[in-house]
């Protein structure tokens, strides 16, 4: 077992995650996506406060209150992926040590070329007419895909040319940001003919918008990869990834970003409709930090508190506050459980058993679907009640409590007496 991290396949998959990690275009994503996090939270914020007077009586959906509430949701999650297309690509654009606001800025205009094109409609009624505008449809999260594509192929794209100096060069007496503008104008030029090309083309075509026809196409790979059975690989692969010093949540994000973003804006639609709320495998994903963290230590933290060994009583003491709001790094590192043969396997197991008991709470509707997006770090218990606002999913911390700690104690056990009888030998040598 002391070998477990230097066989072949550990090597590999320990090389494969630091590759993902590394990779710029992945880090683009992460980060892009949380610098959004305001936004969603802003949004957040005011359909909570608009969904709690309603349950409560106070306004119904055809107040002027509820509408008024509604505006900040409507344009943070109704514009999520306009959003993203700039977060990302400024990211990207920032790690390549390129022109980031300029970047994210023709991001923008790109994405609006290919996932909003302009529509003339016929105008009902005796005026009758035309009118001509924009269609925004997919600029919510079912344009997220394509947000992040564009985002990722426009700054590659603009990084070619001026690599290879296909852009236009001005006098160094003319002021910087002119300068800028001129050399992304050929690459901005290009990007905007391919998308245009691919935009109307597609709507020509298949009478479908990109975001769309894009959305369909990953979504047949992406079914495997968010069914229930591939939600377990992933937080299998993230929870591993974990006890080797990289950091797994990330290496899996930009997987399950877009589903997870749908999910909450299909169940807020269906709320609004009055419709039932659907349950979608990627709701499960959260399972894996729910109680204090990835792999779900804040049991590890409680039992470490009445630990003989003084190592892992002095870092439970200073990880118990974090573990309370889904912090464990202490815990990752201080224990540690990574690189720990011992500690890593119910490290990585219990996640996988909350997630499959869950499963059947869900299936008998004791666990509500969510349809609030609330992505910060609050503590235990409080996001699975503000998601859904059903107490009954307040349940899911405390049965991933119960089932890390039967989990953990038998190789904390093991671990203990090793640090103990280790500890104890330190002090005679003293």
Known sequence: MANFYESKP???????????????????????????MGVILLGAVFQLLAVILQTIGIIDQSSGIYSALMVPYKVSMGFISLYVAFTIAYSYAKSLKMQALMSGLNSILIFLIAAAPIKTVDLAGEAGGTFTGMDTMALDAKGMFVAIIVALTSVQLTHFFEKHHLVIKMPDAVPEFLQDTFRSLIPLVVNAIIWTVLGYGCVALTQTALPVLITGLLGMPLAALTSVPGIIIIVIIASLLWTMGVHGTVAVYAAIAAPLMQYYATNYANHEAGQALVFMPIALFGIINCCGGTGNTLALCVMGLFSKSEQLKAVSKAAIVPGLFNINEPVIFGYPIMYNPIM??????????TMIICYFGYMIGFFKPAYISITANLPVGFAQYLTTLSWTNIFIPVIAFAVAFACYWPFFKVYEKELVAKEAQAKEEK
């Open 344 to 353: 890593c396997i119910p490290f990585i197991l219990n996640p996988v058993i």
């Open 10 to 36: 550990m090597q590999w998959v320990k090389k494969a995650g630091e590759k993902v990690v590394g990779n710029k275009g992945i880090q683009a994503i992460s980060s892009g996506m949380m610098m959004v």
